[in-house]
């Protein structure tokens, strides 16, 4: 069965500083992987998604993750961090069980000024 | 364009009493998808809908809770004499046909259900 962990449940980084939020991902075949965002009482917003070619994909708001099947990870990294960043950040896995898609407990990040 | 409309946004009842929380997707998008997020946890898979297709009920918790999807468009999730560990924030996303890789879920603002 697909499954996902996030590991840092809370990350503080200070505004300007470099983030990077992990993510490891169990599959049967082909992992289809996705980042997902949550504002305070938003629903989820697609940062960017996964399912083959080149590792390294660019999503929205100047982030970016990077498949890595060795390592079984899809973390999310940016390189300077906005105020306007502090949110949940969920990571997400498909293609094993049909159309759903099963997402990690999350990770939730807050920006110093 | 429209996003994914739920209704209410928040809704408090007292144990016992049965709810029932509606999603209104995007229009077109034929696959629908109804998540559960308790505090501190991920999100959970409730139950999904595709087109006229039999509904993948796999997720849902007891048989307290029920979905339905009307004329393949609004969809209502009830549960029944609610307990307090329902109390949850409860999504709802569609998609364009339910393929994953190329179909992006596109999720609701939740209703927030707190059972007093």
């Known amino acids: 069965a697909q499954s996902v962990t996030q590991p840092d449940i809370h990350i503080t980084v200070s505004e300007g500083a470099s983030l990077e939020l992990r993510c490891n991902y169990s599959y049967g075949a082909t992992p289809y992987l996705f980042w997902y965002v949550q504002s305070p009482g938003q629903g989820l917003q697609l940062l960017l998604k996964y399912f083959s070619g080149d590792t390294l994909v660019q999503g929205i708001k100047g982030f970016e993750a990077e498949f890595k099947r060795s390592q079984s990870s899809f973390n999310l990294r940016k390189p300077s961090v906005h105020w306007s960043d502090a949110a949940e950040y969920f990571c997400a896995v498909g293609g094993d069980a049909g159309n759903m898609l099963t997402f990690g407990g999350g990770t939730r990040l807050m920006v110093k000024p | 364009g429209a996003g994914v409309s739920q209704s209410p946004s928040n809704k408090v009842t007292e144990k016992g009493k049965d709810v029932e929380l509606r999603c209104d997707p995007i229009?077109?998008?034929?696959?629908l998808y109804w998540y559960r997020q308790s505090l501190g946890q991920g999100l959970e898979f409730l139950i999904y809908f595709q087109g006229n297709s039999a509904p993948d009920k796999s997720g849902l918790p007891s048989d307290r809770f029920s979905a339905e999807r009307t004329g393949g468009s609004v969809s209502t999730l009830t549960i029944q004499r609610t307990q307090q560990e329902d109390s949850a924030v409860y999504l709802c996303?569609?998609?364009?046909?339910?393929?994953?890789?190329?179909?992006?879920?596109?999720f609701g603002n939740g209703t927030r259900l707190t059972v007093t």
């Open positions: 229009s077109g998008h034929t696959a």
């Open positions: 996303a569609s998609s364009l046909d339910g393929q994953v890789p190329n179909s992006p879920l596109h």
